[in-house]
Structures are given as structure tokens and as C-alpha cells.
């Protein structure tokens, strides 16, 4: 092995080559390339000319310079260099610890990681030395082992969710024999006495220290603050960046979907963003995870916990006891309402105060019993919300237990007895609507609609402190929403009640938007981050945890428990991932009533530490930019690219090779001649923008460009003398394109080209969907001549044709636009056929009469003749008829063109000239 | 004549038997008596059938491809007037004495050149070996643009000197590039045949 500097040559004789550079360069100036040859007739003038450069016929510089340099780039190449040839170990002969960090911070660069590892037990294993080789993150101690086997237990390794275990490590060192040290670290100090465990590891031998370019980022548990969520990214230094933080929901069908982004920005120094998200308050309330965007890992992803999910709400509605609930019913309103903030619990008021809730909804509720009155009041004040609707049953008991002046702990404002109705049937006020909303209350920018009104109300006691009390008021200023805090809790009153019965806000987008705004007040939910105390002696299981990169894993159902202590922490530790917990055995299985317990790696506020300095003497190294690179390959690439490159300036030297402009014009010609063949997808605009014109291709070139040049000559015909302006004419496969665009499609049936089963279906398809088919078989033959007779007849199966008739005197065609007798093409005399008209039915008829009441209503999905009307209307580019028509000037021609007149007039129209046309004669008639 | 670079369409040659037709049709017509020199339909007729047989004489495939075309010989001057249609290429032993010999017999007539636009333009590049049409002589440069210059000259003075001539014997000397449309040296064959 040859060694400059960073770079070494595993095969470096190779390199001899080299010397034969300079030959080369001689060689390739001696030779001339190669001439071109021309054919040129003007040679004579050329005889006897002298050449004015002789010396430019010589290769020029540059190209024997590539062809040096190609040369040159192989010879190296297949020298074997190395970049970076790797050489980490001293040269010591006892075993290696080779630590690598298994954490979260880990995960972004796992594989970088990996690769370092791997090269450093090559290495070991290369001098024949044990490798003891340590993932923080288990907590086992390893035993040395040989090269082999540590990389086997490494390339196994994955991230784990939680900090590295370092402690283990610290402890288990003063036994260790080892000669030198490697560790792979995150550069994050996890508060397990880094700076201790640094010094004991230099103590032990030479200490390397592979710490990553970029070390990872984490991210904070979401907070809602005035109806936005807040996410910190937390870093461990750097200058200006911008770090985007993905929100992600769980839909319905359990899969993850992202919902929103918001970017956190650094300043320079900063080690904590804020990343915004401004969504919509109930898709927060459906945001299950918050991840980075790039480096994700379990630090870098947090599990929206209770402030952010839904709450669990107990729902006490007068009339759920009822067995019928209706539609118009109070429980209806509320659940619908409270559907996209609240895990809802139905029932009575007594089973409710069982369970953790966060919230309580009780719609006209009256009086309480003593023991639910503590019970609530004890449970507002750690932080429940009372929601309560009024309703007859409240307005009954208002001022029953407590006295006129005493106020009700369980109502925000005292209340007048009698309420207020306004707008009934003997009342002289209408009802009224709502007033504007509290500037800095809760309701805040929310849109009043205005076909909320307001029959009926229970009326506030007024007070001092009432406006201070009051959310919402009527457009008279009369309270309509009014609460108060009691403690870490809320009590909100809503004057109306929850049903449509008082007033109309139930039945508004208000009413969930309100109900929204009030469930942002909530603490949280209350069991979300229990007492240490309250832990103990209970048994948790994961529900859904978070893998080693930050991906939100279902947790397999009825896994091991872990006693409640171990989540007293409050965040994610060894062995305890981050993740959603829920209670275990306390009765329900499903764990809606058990606890639940959120757990991330970080908690608000926290922030990252980078790992204390390493001693004096430790040889530090950056992740991934010291591994061995061979580049051989690549100078073998780039020697490849040379010889093309080569080969096309040797072509432009003499000449040969293609000029910009013949490629141009091949590439038009090309684009030109594509489109031509084939209506695609992006035909269907244009086609349909005007009446267009299409005739089947056939695929015999001849007969296609024919029918294109028929169609444009019609097309002519068609702008110069009616209303009909067809745009350029398309050809269409009948097998693959869209054929309904088209109102007439031209098909040449020549025995040449008979169309595939597929075509001749979709073509019925057409014909069915209201197209219509001029089919030409092009021989002039009066029959369809017996050689086609065969095919004709099975075509005419396939495509499912109605019966044929011969067009005669009173069929549309003969007057759809020109009055005609005869439909000649290029040839004359040829019968053409059309959909037989509706058998007579027995009736007796004048003769004398046009009888275009025969004709059936429909236009013919067929025209079928022979008399080649392609030919009769081609027109070249320039305008100029391409085929002799007829023997005696352009008569038949001019017939052949007002026949595809009537044609395309008859398939736009349908039989419409046929009642106009005679009217007059029809009027005429019926006068005598 | 059979040359034809790649940016045009058609050799010299397929251009002149087309004015050729073009101009037997015109003269048909106009009930004038043609022939083609050098061929059996030199004797000029009048009518369809000496039409016809011209078009099947400019059918025929030549049965060898000389490097340059000479003009025939005028076997029977006695009057009329000749239209020659060539690129007046070849070398002047050749060219010249047959032209100078039919004005010399005080027939007139009209020198038609049909050129390529190579050979007006000289586009070629780099090494390059040029080959005569019969590949019997070739000439190699290794540097064809230094050769435009004396190329271009050499052709303008061809040019001039069959001006020369045509001024000497009183004939017109019309030129006609084949990327250009053949209406227009026909209208002007036909109007200097019909004025004059």
C-alpha cells in the first residue's frame, strides 16, 4: 500500500503506467483524424488549390489532453485508491472497547454510526485483537469477543426509544481490561456523570471520541396557548436554521396521517425554537404525535398527551334516561357537538363522578343531592370544567336549596327565578339574536351568524362582578353565556338550553365552536399526569409507544405490565419508552376508565446539554468523515464519460457530427409528425373547443393520409359554405382512443386493413353513444362486391348495425343542406345505405305527400357506400384537390363535396330539416 | 447533376429534366416545334407524341454516370433556338467549345446553370476528402473552410467567364439554385422564348 496523505494506492505498481503518458501525447499528435468524404460535383473548381493551414489538420491540444487525461484516469483507477485509508487503532495489543451510544439521539444517523463501528472492529479485527464491543442502551456487559461476532451483534443493533445508558457503563469500568477505547457518542450528556466516565476512560488507554457533525434535535410535548399548539425544538447550539415539525393525527382507520407543518426558527445561538401551528382547534384536538421532519428519532417526536386529545367528558342530559332518544332531544345536540373535542361517557350523574373526567356537561339539570354537590365542588377545584345548559328543570330549582342571596357553587352567576321569554305567540319583543362577543373572552373572533336567536332564557342576579362573568350576551346586552373559575376549574352556564327548544344556537356551527373554545380552557385531563404517590402500586401497560426513530408503534396487547413507579418520572427512561399507558386490572379492560398516561422524553421547558469536554490527549473525530473511501470506481466512471466525450468531439472535428440545426429540425419533424397520428388526452381540449371532423386510421399510410386530407378538404367546404367551422380533422384509433368526441367519423373499409375485434367493439360503442359512422369501402362497386361480402357481413355483426336501407328521395340526407339525388364520390352511381326507416304500419298514405314522418327520429349511426368520397375531397397542404374527379369538370366533385356537406349537417341536425324543409308544402296541404 | 447536398430536396439533374418537361409542355402549347439534342427526339415535332417520347427520353436511366456532363453536339443548326440546362461544371476543354461552336453558328439561345446551394456556398468543414461525382478524381484538404475563399472565386469567375461568352454570342445566361422554387426560371425560360 502506497500512502500520500489522506490518500493511498492499493495496487500503486499500476501506477508505472504513468511514465507513458508523455509517449502517448507524441503518438496522438502524429496522427490526423480520419477525413470525411464528400460527393461533391464541384471538385474541378477545387483542383490545384494549396490548403492555407496545413498545420490545423494536426488533432488539436485539447482533445489529446482529454485522451491523456483518460488514459491517466484508468491507470489510477485501477491503482485501487483509497481516500481516507482508515487507521484509528494505536498499536497496542490488548482487547478494544468500542462503545457505541444506543439512544434516542442516536437514530438520525444510524447507519453513519453503523459504518463507523464496523470499520472500527474491521480494524480491530484486522490486528488480531479482542473487540469489547458495548451498546449503551442495553445494560448488559459484554464480554470480549472477536471481530466477527462483535460486528454480527452490532449490524443487529437498532435505536432504542429512550437515553443511552451510560450509568451501567460508569459502573461496571473500575473491572474492565481493556488496552483502548472507542466511543461512538451522540454528543448529548444525558445526566449520568459523563465528565466522570470521560476521565475513567482516558484513564484506562487511548480514547477516540467519533461525536456526529449534527447532533440530533428534540422536541417538547405540545401546549395549547390562546387556541394555537406550540411545540420547542430544542437544540444543542448552531447558527441561523429552520427546522420543520410535522403534526400527525390518527384517523379513524388507525392509520397516521399529517395534518399540519410549522416551521421552528433558530437564531444564531438559540437553542430553542417554537414551532406554531396554526390549525384549526379541532384538528388539534385530533393531533396524536408531533415529529421532526428530518432526524426524526424518539427524542425528536413527542405523543400528544391529555391537553391535546380529547377529553373524556361525562354527558348527563335530563333526558337520558329516556328510551327513545330523538332527534330534536338535548343529548343529540350535545353529542354531535361535542364529537370532535370529547371522548363522550353517557349516563347518570352519580355513575359519572366516578370516573376521571375531564369535563361535565350536564344539560338542565335541577338541584344536586349533598353528596354530589361535594364531590363536584371538589372536583372543579382540581381542574374539572361544568358545562351546564339551563332548562325547565334549572329554572325550577333555582333558589330551592339555596337561599335568594346565597349563590349556587355549581352555577357561575346567581340566577333570578322566573326566566325571560321573548317573541311567543301573546309577547310584543321578538326574539332576540346574539350580541357581539367579549373582546377578550374565550369567544373571541368567533363569526355570529345571523340566524341565531333567542326565545327563550334564565336572567342573571345582577351583581358587581357579573360582567367580569359574562362570555357571551344577547344583542340587548342580557347575559347568554356566563362562567366562572373555581380554583384549577370552570364553571360555564349556558342561559338557553341544549336542545332547539330556547333558542336556535344548538342547531348552528357556533354552538361546536364555542363548545370547542371552552374545551381549550381545560387543564388537561386530570389523570394525565398523576402523583407519584397515586402511582404506587399500580400496574400500567403500554398502548402505544414510540420506536427508536420516532414512529408511533401499537403496543402488542397484553403485554407485560410495569408497575406504576416506574413512570413516576414523568418522561421516557431506559427501559421505559416513551408512549401512551394505560392502567392495567383496575377493572376495565379497554382502559377508557383506567388511567391514562402519557409519557414523552422530553417535558416542557427541559433543554439539551451537549457532553462535557473530553480530556486532554482524546483523539476526536467527526461521524462519517473519516470512513475509507475507495474512488477507484468513479475514476473508472469518469474515464468512461471521457471516451463518449471523446467520441463526439472527434465527430465535431470532422465534421460529422449532427448540426444543431438538423437535430432541431429532426426533433420537429418528429413532434410534427406524432400528434398526426394518434387524438391523445390532450387532443380532447382542442377537439372539443370546435366541431371536429375524425376518420378511423386504418393503418395503411396511404389510405390514413388520404382520409386526413378528405376531411380537411371537407372541413374547407364545410367553413366557406354553412355555419359548420370544423377544426383541423384528428385521426382516431378506433381500438384505443376516445372516440365520442366526435360527431361523424370517416372510416375507409378496404379489405387491407380490417379493424380488430376490440376496434370493431368500440366502434359499436360509438355507433350506440349517438356517433355516426360514414363507412366508404372505396371500390365504387354498386354491391359491396363479393371479395368483401364476408368481412362486410361480419362487421356489420359486430357492430351490431340496425337494418340498412338505400337512401332514397325522402331520407334527410337528400336535403339536410343541398337538395341532392345522387351522393357520387370519386366514382359514381354507388347505392348508399342508411338506418332502414320505421316499417309502415299499415296506413294508408297520399303519395303525393313527403313522407318524411317515416323517417325514424334518430340520425343513422350509419352511412355506408362505396363511392370513395375521400378521394372526391382530398385536399393537399396547399389547398389543391389531390385526385381527378370525374371526366367532365369539377361537377361530380362539387356533388361529392355537397354530399359531405349534407352529411355532417344531417349528423349535427338530425331530421330537423326534414320537418322544415317542407313545411311549406306541409302547410300548403293541410290548408285544402 | 446527380449531386444534391442534404439540405435540399432534389439532385440538379431531376431539377433540369423537370424544366425540361415544364418547358416541352409550355411549348406544346403554344404549338411549337421541340426536340431534345443529343437524343432520338432531336428532330424537333410538334404535339403530344414528342412530348411524350421527351418524357420517356428524360425517363431513361443514363446508362453510365460520367463525372461531368458535356454538352452534346448541335447536329443540325439550322434555326431555332437552344436552351442548355447544366451546372457547367465540367472542364472548359469540354464545356466551352461545343457552346462556343453552336454560337459561332449564329444560332441563339439560352445557358441555364442549375446550381447546388453547396456549391454556391462551399459549407464544409474540417478534414474533408471531396470525390467527383463518378469517383474518378478526388481531392483532400485538411482544412475545407481555408479552401472557401479561392472556391468562391474560382466559381465567380467560371461565372464570369460563361457571361462572357453568352455576351459574346448573344445568348442569355440564366442562373437557378435548386433550394429555390423552379417556377421562376421557368417563367423566365418561357417569357425570353416567347419574347423573342
Known sequence: ?928 | MDYRSASVQRTKGDRAKLLTLALGVLLSRGGERFGLIGTAAERPFSGERQLMQLSALLNTEPATTPDFGAPPVVSEPKTGRIVFMSDFMGPDADVMPTLQEASGRGISGILLQIVDPAEEEFPFRGRTRFESMGREIHYETDQAVSLRDAYLRRLASRRDQLQDLARRSGWQLLFHRTDQSPRKPLIALHSILRGG
Open chain 1, 1 to 928: 500500500m502506497l500512502s500520500l496523505g489522506s490518500l493511498a494506492f492499493l495496487n500503486p505498481w499500476v501506477l508505472a503506467g504513468l511514465i507513458a503518458l508523455p509517449l502517448l501525447w507524441w503518438l496522438l499528435r502524429a496522427i490526423p483524424p480520419r477525413p470525411k468524404i464528400e460527393a461533391f460535383a464541384g471538385i474541378r473548381l477545387l483542383l490545384g488549390l494549396e490548403d492555407q493551414e496545413r498545420q490545423a489538420d494536426k488533432t488539436p491540444w485539447w482533445l489529446i489532453a482529454l485522451r491523456v487525461l483518460m488514459i491517466a484516469a484508468v491507470l489510477i483507477g485501477f491503482a485501487d485508491p483509497v481516500l481516507n485509508p482508515s487507521e484509528r487503532l494505536a498499536r497496542g495489543q490488548g482487547p478494544v472497547l468500542i462503545l457505541m451510544d444506543q439512544g434516542w439521539a442516536s437514530a438520525p444517523d444510524w447507519e453513519e454510526r453503523k459504518d463507523a463501528a464496523r470499520a472500527a472492529i474491521d480494524e480491530a479485527g484486522e490486528a488480531d485483537r479482542a473487540v469489547l464491543f458495548w451498546a449503551l442502551g442495553s445494560g448488559e456487559q459484554p464480554v470480549p469477543v472477536s471481530a466477527p461476532v462483535a460486528r454480527a451483534t452490532m449490524e443487529a443493533l437498532e435505536p432504542a426509544p429512550w437515553a443511552p445508558d451510560r450509568q451501567s457503563l460508569a459502573d461496571a469500568l473500575d473491572g474492565l481490561e481493556v488496552s483502548e477505547s472507542i466511543w461512538i457518542h451522540d454528543d448529548i450528556s444525558h445526566d449520568q456523570e459523563e465528565a466522570s466516565l470521560l476521565s475513567k476512560l482516558s484513564d484506562l488507554g487511548p480514547l477516540t471520541m467519533i461525536g456526529p457533525d449534527a447532533p440530533a434535535m428534540a422536541l417538547t410535548p405540545p401546549r395549547l396557548e390562546e387556541g394555537r399548539m406550540l411545540s420547542d425544538v430544542l437544540r444543542l447550539s448552531g447558527g441561523d436554521e429552520t427546522r420543520v415539525v410535522i403534526a400527525y393525527a390518527q384517523e379513524e382507520d388507525g392509520v397516521e396521517r399529517r395534518v399540519g407543518a410549522a416551521p421552528a426558527r433558530f437564531a444564531n445561538g438559540d437553542t430553542a425554537a417554537t414551532a406554531d401551528f396554526n390549525m384549526p382547534a379541532e384538528l388539534i384536538a385530533r393531533v396524536s404525535r408531533l415529529a421532526l421532519a428530518d432526524g426524526p428519532s424518539a427524542g425528536g417526536a413527542v405523543l400528544a398527551d391529555g391537553s391535546l386529545s380529547r377529553l373524556t367528558t361525562g354527558l348527563v342530559a335530563g333526558d337520558a334516561e329516556e328510551t327513545i332518544a330523538t332527534l330534536t332531544s338535548a343529548s343529540h345536540y350535545l353529542r354531535e357537538a361535542l364529537e370532535p373535542w370529547a371522548i363522550l361517557q353517557e349516563g347518570a350523574l352519580s355513575s359519572m363522578l366516578d370516573s376521571p373526567l375531564s369535563v361535565l356537561v350536564l344539560a338542565d339539570h335541577g338541584a344536586f343531592g349533598e353528596t354530589d354537590q361535594t364531590v363536584l365542588e371538589d372536583w372543579i377545584d382540581k381542574g374539572g370544567v361544568l358545562i351546564r345548559f339551563a332548562g325547565p328543570r334549572l329554572a325550577a330549582a333555582i333558589g330551592e336549596s339555596f337561599g335568594a342571596t346565597e349563590s349556587d357553587p355549581l352555577l357561575p352567576v346567581r340566577l333570578r327565578r322566573g326566566g325571560r321569554v321573548l317573541g311567543g305567540a301573546l309577547a310584543w319583543s321578538k326574539p332576540r339574536t346574539l350580541g357581539p362577543f367579549d373582546p377578550q373572552g374565550p369567544f373571541r373572533s368567533l363569526e355570529i351568524p345571523d340566524e341565531v336567536d333567542v326565545r327563550t332564557q334564565v336572567l342573571a342576579e345582577p351583581s358587581p362582578d357579573l360582567p367580569e362573568k359574562v362570555w357571551a350576551t344577547l344583542d340587548d346586552g342580557t347575559p347568554l353565556v356566563t362562567a366562572d373559575q373555581r380554583g384549577e376549574g370552570w364553571v360555564v352556564l349556558f342561559h338557553v338550553t341544549a336542545d332547539a327548544e330556547w333558542s336556535s344556537l344548538p342547531l348552528s356551527g357556533l354552538f361546536v365552536e364555542m363548545l370547542g373554545r371552552i374545551y381549550s380552557l381545560a387543564p388537561g385531563s386530570i389523570a394525565a399526569n398523576p402523583d407519584p404517590e397515586a402511582l404506587e402500586g399500580t400496574e400500567w401497560r403500554a398502548d402505544v409507544v414510540l420506536n427508536g426513530a420516532g414512529g408511533r408503534v401499537e403496543a402488542p396487547k397484553g403485554g407485560e405490565t410495569l408497575p406504576g413507579s416506574q413512570l413516576a418520572g414523568g418522561r421516557a427512561e431506559p427501559g421505559v419508552g416513551p408512549g401512551i399507558y394505560l392502567q392495567a386490572g383496575s377493572g376495565a379492560s379497554d382502559g377508557s376508565e383506567g388511567g391514562r398516561l402519557v409519557l414523552n422524553q422530553f417535558r416542557t421547558d427541559d433543554s439539551l446539554r451537549s457532553l462535557p469536554a473530553p480530556p486532554v490527549g482524546t483523539r476526536v473525530e467527526t461521524l462519517g468523515g473519516a470512513a475509507a473511501q475507495p474512488f477507484g470506481a468513479w475514476l473508472l466512471g469518469g474515464a468512461l464519460l471521457l471516451a463518449m466525450i471523446d467520441i463526439l468531439a472527434t465527430l465535431w472535428i470532422s465534421g460529422r457530427l449532427l448540426g444543431g440545426r438538423q437535430v432541431a429540425a429532426g426533433l420537429l419533424a418528429g413532434a410534427l409528425l406524432w400528434p398526426s397520428g394518434y387524438a391523445d388526452a390532450q387532443d380532447a381540449v382542442s377537439v372539443t373547443a370546435e366541431t371536429t371532423l375524425g376518420y378511423v386510421i386504418t393503418g395503411d399510410n396511404r389510405i390514413d393520409r388520404i382520409s386526413e386530407q378528405a376531411m380537411r378538404g371537407l372541413g374547407f367546404a364545410l367553413t366557406s359554405r354553412t355555419s359548420v367551422e370544423p377544426g383541423p380533422p384528428v385521426g382516431v384509433d378506433p381500438a384505443r382512443d376516445d372516440m365520442h368526441l366526435y360527431p361523424v367519423l370517416y372510416w375507409p373499409l378496404v379489405r387491407e386493413s380490417l379493424p380488430t375485434r376490440t376496434a370493431l367493439d368500440r366502434l359499436a360503442e360509438y355507433i350506440t353513444g349517438g356517433g355516426m359512422l360514414l363507412i366508404d369501402t372505396q371500390n365504387g362497386k354498386a354491391q359491396f362486391g363479393r371479395a368483401s361480402a364476408v368481412e362486410m357481413r361480419e362487421i356489420a355483426r359486430s357492430l351490431n348495425l340496425p337494418a340498412l336501407a338505400p337512401v332514397e328521395g325522402d331520407h334527410v340526407l337528400t336535403r339536410s343542406f343541398y337538395l341532392l339525388d345522387r351522393f357520387p364520390g370519386r366514382w359514381r352511381g354507388g347505392t348508399v345505405w342508411a338506418e332502414a326507416p320505421q316499417p309502415d304500419d299499415g296506413i294508408e298514405r297520399d303519395p303525393s305527400i313527403p313522407q318524411f314522418d317515416r323517417v325514424d327520429d334518430n340520425v343513422s349511426p350509419v352511412v355506408v357506400g362505396s363511392a370513395d368520397w375521400a378521394a372526391a375531397w382530398a385536399v393537399d397542404e396547399e389547398g389543391y384537390f389531390v385526385f381527378p374527379v370525374g371526366r367532365a369538370g369539377d361537377r361530380q366533385r362539387e356533388m361529392a363535396l355537397r354530399f359531405g356537406v349534407n352529411l355532417v349537417l344531417y349528423a349535427l341536425t338530425g331530421n330537423y330539416k326534414s320537418d322544415l324543409v317542407h313545411a311549406p308544402a306541409v302547410l300548403e296541404r293541410l290548408g285544402q
